[in-house]
Each structure stands twice: as structure tokens, then as C-alpha cells.
């Protein structure tokens, strides 16, 4: 596993040494990074379920561990066949951002990423891991910045002011653990023996500190602007991936505690509200990026339902609802990266060809863009959860996990459970609405405007075959979902000492498959039966009930959803503006829904932190005398504290 | 053996439902002082609609090409997994899940939506739209009613949920089981899209809109796939509240397709003394109530009851 650190660390320095030559670097880089991460993604996958350790040679600062147990070998495979992905996709599509940046920095900074996350990953001491953290945090603040433009440095702000703390309040908890565990390496943590408030108050920092970074609500007002700002493939990695890393290292913490019912209750409750509030913002979403920004909110909120349910399960001594809770957190999780990477690296095909990220000002980009648009289809059916594609198959899996836990005795397991579920199908329904509205305002029907509709091209086929890859591999998950869920319940069952792998149960997707196969059979036979007339197709207008036809009628993504904001209109905020400039000129309008929480969470404490700040900065104005002053009544402070106390 | 008869399953309600569609619009029209047309008019209709030739919009793509058929199977493929010939031990009994059976109808939905985004049609793609807002709607309901019946019967199967109401381990004499009943068989009602929240007669109308565009043999595979959904989605209802059995395939097939032909008729009480309600005023209330009895249901499961 070394080799593969040190040879990410080398396509990194290389690219960034190449910086005079751009266009070599970024061709070297990206390449080499595809090369490399299929390495690793063959390397990790044929060592899974073993363990590898590697300790830092010489001593550098302390001497890091890093080690990777099943778990974490299952992740950095994750990483690696992602990042194999969206690098061998980087190949062309960075090009897009010569002018915006150098892109040996492009290049060399994603070459980085994915060996901080892998870092992250793997690393076995409070101090390494913390570090790694703020590195990997760092560049994908900076491959925000990759895309300069109005906005971008705080919208760069805004992600690492949610990061920032985030990070302390892991580092809080990672400190009072270490001191309570005595050893800063996490494999000799052991399960630590503390009361079970003590064990709530650690969870809690770490459910903040870690869910803050995977876009848990109501941390989640980062993702829309970070991801859409981002370029594509950085933000395809940092969903994809990066928030999986966060989600890992919760999973991997929050298993050192003592764990009880009640953590799984607060992991069903964050679950089920950022479910619903996740696809609710992605419904009213006029920008196709910020859309798929806002579901992965809800996904991360569908993954957390899956582990809230594995912990109740660990908790209460119910060994196959832990078992079916971390199978399916474990299989979405899975999912998720493929199916949600693959949609940000569409969006980066959409956005280069068309400039545009406003759904009413794009449509009938099918006749333009067949394979993009065929791609886009198959990644919207596997995040809406249809079936037999991968999204169903893993929220099966959670639906068995919350019903086996909702059966148990008592008010609290069955209020949370019952809410997970209906949080669940709720949310299932507005993907559906999502999704849907997204492929039909941008692909299907007529193009909105002209100009853009003209200069639209498909993209090179560079950019298209390692998302076919990732494609298939949504349909293979989601057909052969035995043979994954008993892969993944070997490995869970290994970390729960009473559980069976054979209690995790599976749908046999090859049946379902086999029986819609069996249905499809039927029209023809039917058509053929009945001679029906096969005539050659005829083309018109579309009919407009005997008005002329005009492309303005057909239904935008704003109208799309007018009847479910109105009902739903205590839960959005909107910004419009209609703008009139005379009688006969046309009139333009512009809506777009507000962060509800943004507006009501975010606002008041950013205004408060500035007037507080306004306030103490009256004591720094500058003054060389003053500063040597506040220095003197320091040390007189503390000559007559240690004169008293000590 | 157990494929034959989901086929037979599966044939046997395409061959009858447009009867029953017809004796539903006969009545219809007895009771609006009309003569009406025969009962056998839906059969009369698909088949002129298979010899007619078509036209379509110049806007449409390969999804206009494939709705049909996709409409078809994921119509078709929720009846087959109806428990209605088979039960517990059968191979198929595995995949008749509640789960499969919710997410194939949103694969429905999902289909009818981007089928009325991709004719560029204004009514379609309104009608869209109001699929969507009524999925949202029911979707809400219905899962809260299912999760009551699931958690009761501790599973998700369908021939299990069968096996022990049949059996008497689970039924109507816990009550959060009938008050959920109750607001299943309501929305079920919306599902079948008829009148106060929907009509699916005429192609200015709201459902129907999305099929605007739509003629010759695809529109009579469309037609015959809704109305295999109706059906589905009523017999879906008789499956978990009501599931009387016969203990032989092909007696349970008949009478479960006489049960749902006749709720499928009765309907039209309902649907005729109805007014018709706005979508953002009337359904959006008149869904609360269902919506409450549900919330009631699930009360009185988290209590124990």
C-alpha cells in the first residue's frame, strides 16, 4: 500500500513541477492518476478482508501509522475506482479551465486529494489523522478556487468556515477520547469504558464534526455552493468520495464508544430530516448542479437511517438489525459514490457544452447529446431508487433494517423507526419529482433558447467511456445485489462478534428482472395477435388544443413544481425578480428558492460573529505601544495568578 | 409452473379489465341520464385504436418510442407480483415484497413524467406535473398505512402478510390494522385517478394530458397499461386488507378479479357525485384527511395497540 501513497505523492510533485508547460502537466498528471488508482483499485479489492499496516519511516514529527482493516480497505477501493473514473475523465474535460487557471495546479492538486483521502483513510493516530484531514479539507477548498469567478472566494469561505468547525469539534472529541483511552493510536483505543452521558456528549461532537463534512442537515447549506462552483470532476470526487470519508471515519469513531439505543435514535432522527429536507431543496432547484448537490444531502441522510439503525441493533443486543443497519449503510455508501459521481461529471458535460446551469434555459439536448443524455438517464433512475437499479437495491436493504427495528417493543424504537421509514418513501417520492423534472427540462422536449441550442456538441468519447463505466457498474450492483449484500455481511459480521452473515436478507434482483422481462413480452405478442397497424410514423407540431404552437408552452422546471411549493410553502423562501422595462417589451422573471435555513440559522450567527468582531476589534488598532502594553498586563496577570495559586 | 400462472394471472386481468372499464362508464352514464355506450366499448375502442396509424410530436425522442412499454412492464410487473395464484412457497414468493412493489409504481410515475416532458406539449407537461404533486401526495399516505400493516405483521412479504391475516395471527381486531384500512382504500381511490382528484377521459384533462401526443397502438398499450394499474393498485388494497383465498390458483385468480372488477365499478359512485377540486386547494386538503387517519393508524401502532 506504500507504493501506491508514493506513487500518487510523485504524480503530484510531477505535475506541479511541469507548471511552465500546462498542458503537458495536466495530460501527465491525469494520466498517471488514472493509472495509478486502477492500480490501487485492483490492490485493494484483492486484499479485502485482510489487514495491512505501514508504519512512516524515520521519525517526522512522531511516527505515523497508517493501517487499513476491512473497512478501510473497502473505502480506499471506493476511492480508487471513483478516482479512476473522474481522472481518466480529467483527461479532456480540465481543459475547460485553461484559461481560468494553471492546470498543472489543476492537475497536481487532484492527484493530492486523492492521496489525502486515502491517507485519511487509512491513518491510525489521532495527530496523522487530524492533519490529513485539514490537508484534504485545504485542497478541496482550493479546487473550489479553480474556478474563479464572482462568488468564488466565499462561497470557498463558507465551506471551510462549516469545516472549521466541524474539525474542532472532532478534534475535541478525538483529544478527550485519547486522553480517556490513554495511547494516541486508534488501533489500541480498545472500547473505551465511560458513562453513557459522557459517551452522548462524544458522540454528539463527533456527529457534528463528521456530518458537518458529509452534508448532514442542518449542516448541509455548504453543498450547493461548494459543489456548484467547484469543477465538475473535483466536485464529482468530493461528493462522490470525500463526504464517504467523513462518513467512514464516523463509523470507525463512533464504534470505539459505548454504544446505546439512544445513538441510534439521534443518527434516525438527523437521518430522516435530512432526507426530507435534502430532496426538498433539490425539487425546488432550478440549477441542475445544485440539485444533485442538495441529494446527496439526502442520501447521506438515507445512509444515516441504514447506521442509526446498526447501532440501535448493536445497542439493544439485536444482532441482525445491526447486521442488515450496516449492510445497507455500507451498500449505500457504495451506491452512492457511483451513482453520484457519475451525475457530477454529466453536469460537467452539460456545462461545457452549454455554458448554461439553468434548467428553463436549456432542453432537447437529446438530439444534441444521445450518449450524455442516455448516461444522465440510467444515473437519474439509479438516485430515484428505481428498480432492479443499485439506488433500490441498498434502500431495500435499509427499509428491512428500520422494519426489523421498528418491530421491538416500546414507544421510542417505533416512533423513530416508523419515522425513518416514512422520512424514506417521502423522500423517495421528490427524488422521483427531482430527477425527473431534471431529465425532462434538459433533455427531452424543445430547446428554450436557440443560441445556446446551436452551439451544443457531444462531448469527446474521453469523457463518455469511464462513465459508461461507472454506469454499468450502477446496473451490475443493482442486479447481482445478493452477491454484494453477502460480501458486505462477511465483512460487517466480522466487527459484530454475535451476528450470522446469513441473517442479512436479499431480494433476488435477477427474478424481478426476469418477470419485468416476461411483461415486456406481452404488448408484442398482443400487437402481433391483433395485427395492429405499423405503419411509419407520422411528424407534426405538437397540438396546443388549436393554438398555434409555440415552444414557450411547454412546461419548465419553475412550473414543474408550482403545485408542491405552494403546498410546501412554510418549509421555502424564494428571491423574485421581474423585471419590465416597457409596455411592449418582453418581460423577464426570475425565481429562485432560498435556504430556509440558511436565512434563519446561518444569517443571525454570521451577523452576530461580525458584530462581536466589530466590537473587539476596536483593541487592535495598530499601534506597535498599545500591543506591547496588552503584553504587560498579561504577564502581570499572570506574575499575580501563580503568585496566589501556585 | 409458477411462471405459467403469473402469466395466466396476468392475462386473465388484461383480458377483463376493459370489461369492467366498460360496465364502469355504462353506469356512468345511467346515472347521468345518458344511455351510454355498450360494455364492451373499451374492447371496441383498444382495437380501433391498433389499426389506426400515427402521428407525433417533432420534438419527441427515443423516450416517446419506449414509454409505452416501459408504462406496460412496470404496470404488468406490479400485477404479477400480486400473491394472488401463488403464496408462500412458491419461488416467486420471495420477490412480491411491499418494497418492489412501491418502487415499480414509482418506476410508473417516473415514465409517465419524462413521456409528458418529451412531447413539448403544454397539457402533457402540466399533467406531468400533477402526477408528480399527487405522487408526492399519496406516496405519504400510503406509506404510513403500510408501515403499520409491515410492523405489524413484522415483514414486508406479501404472502407472508396473506398467510397470517388469512390465518388469523394478525386482522382487524387490532385497530391500528382497520384505521389504516381506511386511508389505504382512500388513496388507492386517488391512485385510480378519478374524479375529485383526477379524470382520465378526456386529453385536455389533467392525467390524460401526458397522453396527449400519443395514438394509434401506443395509446392503446398506454390505455391498457393504466388500466392494469387501477387494477393493481385496487387489488393491491384487497391483497393486504382483504385477502380472501380459495386455497386453488385459478378459483383465487377469479375471485379475486370479480372483487376488484366490482370495486373497480363501484367507483363510479364516488367519481360521479364528486365535484372536481383544484390542485392546490382541493386535493391538497381533501388529501389531509387521509393523511390524518393514517397518522392515527401509526399512533395507535406506537402505543401498542
Not at chain 1, 431480494?507 to 411483461?519: F, G, K
Not at chain 2, 386547494?281 to 401509526?298: D, E, H, N, W, Y
Request: net charge neutral; glycine share 8%.
Amino acid at each position: 500500500m506504500e507504493t501506491i501513497y508514493t506513487l500518487f505523492l510523485l504524480a503530484s510533485l510531477l505535475s506541479i513541477a511541469l507548471y511552465k508547460k500546462p498542458l503537458w502537466a495536466h495530460r501527465l498528471g491525469f494520466a498517471l492518476a488514472s493509472l495509478f488508482s486502477l492500480y490501487a483499485a485492483i490492490f485493494f479489492f484483492s486484499h479485502l478482508g485482510e489487514t495491512l499496516v505501514w508504519k512512516l519511516p524515520g521519525s517526522f514529527i512522531s511516527a505515523p501509522t497508517f493501517r487499513l482493516d476491512s473497512l478501510g480497505m473497502l473505502f480506499s477501493f471506493l476511492i480508487s475506482v471513483v478516482a479512476f473514473a473522474v481522472s481518466l475523465f480529467s483527461l479532456d474535460y480540465a481543459r475547460f479551465y485553461e484559461k481560468k487557471a494553471n492546470l498543472a495546479a489543476f492537475a497536481s492538486l487532484m492527484n493530492a486529494f486523492i492521496l489525502s483521502m486515502l491517507l485519511v483513510v487509512a491513518s491510525d493516530g489521532v495527530f496523522s489523522f487530524m492533519l490529513l484531514w485539514e490537508v484534504m479539507t485545504l485542497i478541496s477548498a482550493l479546487l473550489i478556487l479553480i474556478n474563479d469567478g464572482e462568488g468564488a472566494s466565499k462561497k470557498a469561505m463558507i465551506y471551510l468556515g462549516i469545516a472549521q468547525l466541524g474539525a474542532f469539534c472532532l478534534m475535541v472529541a478525538l483529544l478527550v477520547m485519547a486522553s480517556l483511552a490513554g495511547s494516541f493510536e486508534f488501533s489500541e483505543f480498545g472500547r473505551l469504558d465511560i458513562s453513557e452521558g459522557a459517551s452522548i456528549a462524544l458522540f454528539l461532537l463527533l456527529l457534528v464534526g463528521l456530518g458537518s463534512k458529509a452534508g448532514m442537515f442542518p449542516f448541509h447549506v455548504w453543498l450547493p455552493l461548494a459543489y456548484g462552483q467547484c469543477p465538475s470532476n473535483a466536485s464529482a470526487l468530493m461528493s462522490g468520495v470525500m463526504i464517504k470519508v467523513a462518513l467512514f471515519a464516523f463509523i470507525k469513531f463512533s464504534l470505539l464508544l459505548p454504544l446505546s439505543s439512544t445513538f441510534g435514535y439521534i443518527l434516525l432522527l438527523f437521518g430522516g430530516l435530512s432526507v426530507l429536507f435534502g430532496v426538498l431543496y433539490a425539487v425546488v432547484a432550478n440549477d441542475y448542479k445544485a440539485a444533485i448537490a442538495y441529494s446527496s444531502c439526502e442520501n447521506v441522510g438515507i445512509i444515516f437511517l441504514g447506521l442509526g439503525a446498526a447501532f440501535y441493533g448493536i445497542g439493544e443486543n439485536l444482532p441482525v438489525v445491526a447486521l442488515l443497519g450496516f449492510v445497507a449503510a455500507l451498500f449505500h455508501i457504495l451506491n452512492h459514490a457511483l451513482f453520484k459521481s457519475l451525475l457530477f461529471m454529466l453536469s460537467g458535460n452539460l456545462y461545457t457544452a452549454t455554458g448554461s446551469k439553468e434548467m428553463d434555459s436549456l432542453g432537447g439536448i437529446h438530439k444534441k447529446m444521445p450518449f450524455t443524455s442516455i448516461l444522465f438517464l440510467v444515473a437519474v433512475l439509479a438516485i430515484g431508487a428505481l428498480p432492479p437499479l443499485n439506488g433500490f437495491a441498498s434502500e431495500w436493504v435499509t427499509y428491512q433494517a428500520m422494519l426489523q427495528g421498528g418491530v421491538e417493543e416500546g414507544i421510542a424504537p417505533r416512533l423513530f423507526f416508523t419515522f425513518g421509514i416514512i422520512a424514506l418513501a417521502v423522500g423517495g417520492a421528490l427524488a422521483i419529482m427531482a430527477f425527473s423534472k431534471a431529465y425532462g427540462a434538459l433533455f427531452l422536449g424543445l430547446p428554450r433558447d436557440e443560441a445556446i441550442y446551436e452551439g451544443i456538441q457531444e462531448v469527446s468519447s474521453i469523457r463518455l467511456w469511464p462513465l459508461a463505466f461507472l454506469a454499468s457498474l450502477c446496473v451490475g450492483l443493482g442486479i447481482f445485489m445478493g452477491e454484494v449484500v453477502s460480501l458486505l455481511s462477511t465483512m460487517v459480521a466480522s466487527y459484530i462478534p454475535t451476528a450470522n452473515a446469513e441473517d442479512a436478507s436479499t431480494l433476488s434482483m435477477p427474478l424481478v428482472v426476469l418477470v419485468m422481462l416476461l411483461c415486456a413480452v406481452v404488448p408484442f405478442v398482443l400487437l402481433y395477435i391483433t395485427k395492429a397497424n405499423h405503419a411509419p410514423i407520422r411528424v407534426t407540431e405538437p397540438w396546443a388544443c388549436g393554438f398555434i404552437y409555440n415552444k414557450n408552452m411547454q412546461i419548465g422546471s419553475n412550473a414543474f413544481t408550482g403545485d408542491i411549493r405552494r403546498a410546501l410553502r412554510f418549509l421555502l423562501r424564494y428571491e423574485s425578480e421581474s423585471k419590465m422595462e416597457g409596455y411592449f417589451s418582453r418581460v423577464t422573471y426570475k425565481k429562485k428558492a432560498r435556504d430556509l435555513f440558511w436565512d434563519r440559522l446561518y444569517e443571525p450567527v454570521i451577523s452576530w460573529v461580525m458584530e462581536a468582531a466589530d466590537k473587539i476589534g476596536i483593541f487592535q488598532n495598530g499601534r506597535t505601544n498599545l500591543y506591547a502594553g496588552y503584553i504587560l498586563v498579561y504577564l502581570c496577570l499572570v506574575l499575580i495568578f501563580g503568585y496566589y495559586h501556585l | 409452473m409458477s411462471f405459467f400462472y403469473l402469466l395466466l394471472q396476468l392475462i386473465a386481468a388484461l383480458m377483463v379489465a376493459p370489461l369492467f372499464d366498460g360496465m364502469a362508464r355504462k353506469l356512468r352514464a345511467r346515472f347521468q341520464s345518458r344511455v351510454g355506450p355498450s360494455i364492451f366499448q373499451t374492447y371496441r375502442d383498444l382495437f380501433k385504436l391498433l389499426k389506426r396509424g400515427r402521428t407525433k410530436s417533432h420534438s419527441t425522442s427515443f423516450i416517446y418510442t419506449l414509454s409505452p412499454y416501459l408504462l406496460f412492464v412496470s404496470a404488468a410487473a406490479i400485477f404479477c407480483l400480486l400473491p394472488i395464484t401463488y403464496g408462500v412457497d412458491s419461488p416467486l414468493a420471495g420477490i412480491s415484497d411491499i418494497f418492489v412493489l412501491l418502487y415499480l409504481s414509482a418506476l410508473f410515475r417516473f415514465v409517465f413524467i419524462i413521456a409528458g416532458f418529451d412531447t413539448a406539449n403544454p397539457f402533457a407537461g402540466v399533467g406531468s406535473s400533477r402526477e408528480a404533486t399527487i405522487g408526492f401526495y399519496s406516496e405519504a399516505v400510503i406509506i404510513i398505512s403500510l408501515v403499520v400493516v409491515m410492523l405489524g405483521a413484522g415483514n414486508s412479504n406479501l404472502p407472508v402478510i396473506v398467510e397470517a391475516v388469512r390465518a388469523g395471527e394478525y386482522g382487524y381486531l387490532i385497530p391500528s390494522y382497520a384505521i389504516a384500512s381506511t386511508a389505504f382504500l382512500w388513496v388507492m381511490y386517488v391512485e385510480t385517478a378519478r374524479k375529485p382528484y383526477d379524470l382520465a377521459e378526456a386529453e385536455q384533462e389533467l392525467q390524460e394530458g401526458v397522453l396527449g401526443e400519443y395514438c394509434g397502438k401506443d395509446l392503446a398499450i398506454i390505455d391498457m397499461a393504466l388500466m392494469l394499474k387501477q387494477f393493481s393498485m385496487l387489488g393491491f388494497f384487497l391483497i393486504v386488507f382483504e385477502p380472501w383465498g380459495m386455497g386453488h390458483s385459478i378459483l383465487s385468480l377469479l375471485l379475486f378479479l370479480v372483487e376488484v372488477g366490482v370495486l373497480y365499478v363501484l367507483a363510479v359512485f364516488i367519481d360521479n357525485f364528486g365535484p372536481r377540486f383544484t390542485m392546490n386547494k382541493g386535493v391538497r386538503i381533501t388529501m389531509l384527511f387521509p393523511f390524518s387517519i393514517a397518522c392515527l393508524a401509526l399512533m395507535l401502532y406506537v402505543i401498542g395497540v
